[in-house]
Every structure is written in C-alpha cells, then in structure tokens.
C-alpha cells in the first residue's frame, strides 16, 4: 500500500479490459484458452474478414453474444459501479470490453471504445442499433430492408476506437488512471498510461500478472480482479489511500 495522496483525488478515470470479466465466465483473449487461441486476429476481428467470410465473423460475435445471456457481473465490476455511485469526485469509465457486464453490475457511465455486443450496424444505412441476439449474412436490416451488410457495432484492427477525443480529455484532466485487467498490448488503449503520466496523473494497475506496460505505472497490484479490485477502490473511498 501506497500513499500517494499528498492531494485530494477529484478526478479519476479507470480503463478495463478482458481481465474484469474472466472470472464471470467471459474468456480473456490471449490466455491459455482464449478467444485468440487458435485462431489469427486479424482473420476474425477486421473489415477485410467481414467482407471475405461475414458468416464466420458473424458466427464469433453470435456466439459471444449468447454467452452473455449466461454470465453475470462479478465482484470487481460491482466494486467499479458502487466507487463511481459513492466517490464525491469525478469517475470516467472506460472499457475495451464489448460485454455489457458494467452496465449490469450498476455503472452508471461506461464508454465501450470497441463497441458493444449488444449494439449492431448496417453498413447500407449505416443505421446502429440494439443487436439482434443472433444474426448472419442473409438477416434484413430492420431500418433499411436490406440484407448482407449487417455486422456488429465493434472496433475492428484498423478501425478507429470511438469516441478516442473525449477519452483523451479525460485522461489529460485526470489526478488518477486505473488499469484493470488489460494485457495492454492493443493500441491505442495500451498509450493511454503514457498519456495520463505525462499529464499528471497517478497511474496504477491491477492485474493477474505483468502487462506490457507495467513499467509505466507508478504501482501494481498483481492479483485477481475480484480480489483487488474490491480492496483497491473501498481503500480508496474510505482512506483517500492508494
Ligand atoms: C487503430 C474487437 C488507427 C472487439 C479488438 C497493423 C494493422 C492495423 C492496426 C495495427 C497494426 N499494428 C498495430 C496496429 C494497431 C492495432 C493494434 O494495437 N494491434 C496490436 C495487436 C499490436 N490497433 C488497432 O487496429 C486499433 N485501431 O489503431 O486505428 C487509429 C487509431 C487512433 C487514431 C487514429 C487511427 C483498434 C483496436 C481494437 C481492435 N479490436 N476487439 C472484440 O472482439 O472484443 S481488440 C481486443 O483485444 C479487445 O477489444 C481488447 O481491447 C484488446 C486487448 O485485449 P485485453 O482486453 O487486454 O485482453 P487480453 O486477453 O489481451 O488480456 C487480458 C488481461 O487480463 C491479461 O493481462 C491477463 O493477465 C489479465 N487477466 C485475466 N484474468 C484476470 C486478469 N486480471 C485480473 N483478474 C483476472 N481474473
């Protein structure tokens, strides 16, 4: 435990990923049995895969999409949504996660850079809208009649992230940066602790173990997202202590 609080902590942003819902049943992507194994990225998460084999990548995201109907927030997303309903200051949550595990644990904001599963596009009508629970390549969009150009509203490899000027607003006005459960190996996501250091911030990470950019954190806590998580933000809203 560290107490860096010579100051008040008033504004706070955390960024999440895979991490925080492995232990709701979700798979990670690149641990030993994750979403990746077995297969390339690049031939599942990118427009070229959409356009070359759209019921594959379909199939990937149904199937995800099915498997939140079977799982349930657990204690660190909890954690998150009672810190951010609770903190007196200002808490900016952010999520590479297309699962809707936040939202249901009660966080009252979340900011899905890479989309969501639960939201789907028509790249005819370039209409968004909530999914259908499973669709394919010959599905009719519900806005515009056609069929073939459904997909679902996520950030592919080479996409821009949404909403990336609002994020780096938060990140550069921030006194503090969580990182939880993030390899932080896909950019830009994995920059935004170079970010928030050179703005100021305090940055800390908590993870199952060692990321890419641990280095650039003030501190780690390496552990099980429902084990820290929750020990980090209640010391942090009853101690002000980090
Ligand atoms: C961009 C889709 C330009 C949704 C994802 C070549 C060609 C094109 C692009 C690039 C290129 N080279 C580099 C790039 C950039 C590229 C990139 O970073 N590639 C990497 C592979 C090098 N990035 C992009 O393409 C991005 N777009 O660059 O556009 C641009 C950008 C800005 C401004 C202008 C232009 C788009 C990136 C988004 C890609 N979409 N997914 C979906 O399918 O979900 S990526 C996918 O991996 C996720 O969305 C997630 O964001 C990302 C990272 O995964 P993690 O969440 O970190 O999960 P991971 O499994 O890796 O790690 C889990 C961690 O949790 C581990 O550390 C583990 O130890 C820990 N853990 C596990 N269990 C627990 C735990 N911790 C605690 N408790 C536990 N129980």
Redesign the pocket.
């Known amino acids: 435990m560290t107490n860096f609080l010579k100051k008040r902590i008033g504004r706070i942003v955390i960024l999440t990923?895979?991490?925080?819902s492995?232990?709701s049943g979700l798979n990670?992507?690149?641990?030993s049995g994750?979403?990746?194994e077995g297969y390339d990225?690049?031939d599942?998460?990118t427009v070229g895969a959409l356009d070359s084999n759209r019921d594959m990548v379909l199939d990937f995201?149904n199937s995800?999409r099915s498997q939140l109907n079977d799982c349930l927030p657990n204690l660190?997303h909890l954690a998150i949504s009672s810190f951010q309903n609770n903190f007196s200051g200002h808490v900016f949550l952010i999520t590479?996660?297309?699962d809707d595990l936040h939202e249901r644990a009660g966080s009252p904001q979340v900011l899905h850079m890479?989309?969501s599963l639960k939201s789907m596009r028509c790249d005819y009508c370039a209409e968004e809208m909530k999914a259908i629970e499973m669709f394919e390549k010959s599905t009719i969009c519900p806005s515009c009649g056609k069929a073939g150009k459904l997909r679902p509203d996520?950030?592919?490899?080479?996409?821009?992230?949404k909403q990336?000027d609002e994020i780096n607003i938060e990140i550069e006005k921030a006194d503090l940066f969580v990182s939880?459960?993030?390899?932080?190996?896909?950019?830009?996501?994995?920059g935004f602790v170079a970010h928030a250091r050179n703005t100021g911030a305090i940055c800390v990470e908590?993870?199952?173990?060692r990321?890419e950019v641990t280095n650039l954190f003030d501190t780690s806590y390496s552990?099980?997202?429902?084990e820290?998580v929750p020990r980090f933000f209640s010391n942090l809203l009853l101690k002000n202590e980090i």
Not at 17 to 20: E, L, R, T, Y
Not at 223 to 226: S, V, W
């Open positions: 990923g895979a991490g925080v492995a232990e990670t992507f690149r641990d994750g979403l990746w990225p690049l599942i998460a995201y995800r660190s590479q996660n297309v890479h989309g996520v950030v592919f490899f080479g996409e821009i992230p990336l939880i459960g993030t390899s932080g190996i896909v950019y830009p996501a994995a908590i993870n199952k173990e990321s552990g099980l997202a429902t820290e």
